[in-house]
């Protein structure tokens, strides 16, 4: 079954950066579209970024354009979420999922209805 960890959250201050990794197993690599998700409290979740089963598109919510950026490593499993300048309105859960397969960019990339498989998450705090 697929499994998916989540690491490298942690607290920064405003203009910082972190790396947010996430080791998936048990699924078929570029078979499945890829996203990562956030949960403030109170909210509802919110696609940030997301990448095709082919691995050669890429979608972002408005605000993480130009600041995040969503890559895999298929040697190492690990999807991750690069993301600089970091404001406080990025603080929340972050979740990596994996999804149907499909290919193309748009926003069904950021939906979580595509998605099957869902992380623990890992927690983003920015101030």
């Known amino acids: ?27 078929t690599y570029n078979r499945n579209c890829i996203g990562w998700f956030r949960q403030a409290p109170g909210t509802e979740r919110e696609g940030v970024a997301g990448i095709d089963a082919d691995g050669t598109s890429t979608t972002y919510v408005e605000s993480a354009k130009d600041r995040f950026t969503i890559s895999l490593d298929n040697a190492k499993r690990t999807i991750y979420l690069e993301m600089t300048n970091l404001k406080p309105e990025d603080t929340g859960m972050y979740y990596c999922a994996v999804g149907r397969t499909g290919a193309g960019p748009g926003m069904w990339l950021l939906m979580d209805i595509e998605y099957q498989h869902w992380g623990q998450g890992t927690q983003v705090t920015v101030s």
Request: some cysteine.
């Open 1 to 27: 079954h697929v499994q998916l960890v989540e690491s490298g959250g942690g607290s920064v201050q405003a203009g910082g950066s972190l790396r947010l990794s996430c080791a998936a197993s048990g699924y």
